[in-house]
């Protein structure tokens, strides 16, 4: 959004100076009736009615589409691939079954473009917040395997993990796509399985600065207010 404004900002001020040009021509012109401020009309005249085209009337066809063009249909995880599953049918939600397979995390996000232009997916941004779940082991280390498209770092409350794409997902109007996120813990140089009840919040990342947020996913609950489940040792 910044960005844009910005854009926008630099566009006003171009065309601004362009005016202020074009009357300092004719007001040049008015008081000398010399053939050269003809020139600078001329020019200047050409060079406003360029930047207005250029800048306003004109949208490339990767520009022309909101957010609401972009549809989730779809959140799942991947569990012939890691040991997570869904949470007593609870939408959105998932816990650690703690099987022999992958202890990260691997969703599956189905999304559909409605618009009737060629868009690109450019950036995954993920927040996270991290509810209270009493005592705990320590938590044990793991090695990451590369077994999803894109794999991203669980961030503290404080921070944003951002995932910048190296290629970008082009999807064509009218289409679906699906794409795999895989999330872990990460400090010290090694990757973690998850540990305790995190909420996460995906943001995505279009062309045209358009962002779409996508439904909370729970991991280890099933919603913000779930009760802490408490268990005794023995």
């Not at 770092?153 to 921070?159: D, G, H, L, Q, Y």
């Not at 913000?224 to 408490?230: L, N, Q, Y």
Request: a neutral charge; hydrophobic letters at 45%.
């Amino acid at each position: 959004m910044i960005q844009r404004l910005l854009k926008i900002l630099q566009n006003i001020i171009v065309i601004i100076a362009e005016v202020i040009a074009l009357n300092i021509s004719i007001i040049w012109y008015l008081n000398t009736e010399e053939f050269e401020p003809i020139i600078g009309i001329v020019l200047m005249t050409a060079s406003l009615v360029s930047s207005l085209i250029s800048k306003i009337f004109i949208k490339s066809n990767t520009e022309n589409f909101l957010k609401d063009d972009i549809e989730c249909v779809s959140i799942g995880i991947d569990n012939k691939k890691c040991a997570w599953e869904i949470y007593d049918n609870v939408s959105n939600a998932f816990i650690n079954n703690d099987t022999n397979k992958s202890p990260f995390p691997i969703f599956t996000f189905s999304l559909i473009n409605h618009s009737t232009k060629t868009i690109l997916l450019k950036e995954i941004n993920l927040n996270a917040k991290h509810l209270y779940s009493g005592l705990s082991g320590l938590p044990k280390p793991g090695i990451l395997k590369t077994i999803a498209k894109f794999k991203i770092r669980i961030p503290t409350e404080n921070e944003t993990s951002v995932f910048k794409l190296d290629n970008e997902i082009e999807i064509p109007s009218g289409r679906a796509f699906k794409f795999q996120i895989e999330v872990h813990e990460f400090w010290n140089k090694k990757y973690f399985p998850i540990e305790g009840r995190k909420v996460l919040f995906f943001t995505f990342h279009f062309n045209n600065e358009v962002a779409i947020s996508l439904p909370k996913i729970f991991l280890n609950c099933k919603s913000e207010e779930e009760k802490m489940k408490i268990s005794i040792l023995s």
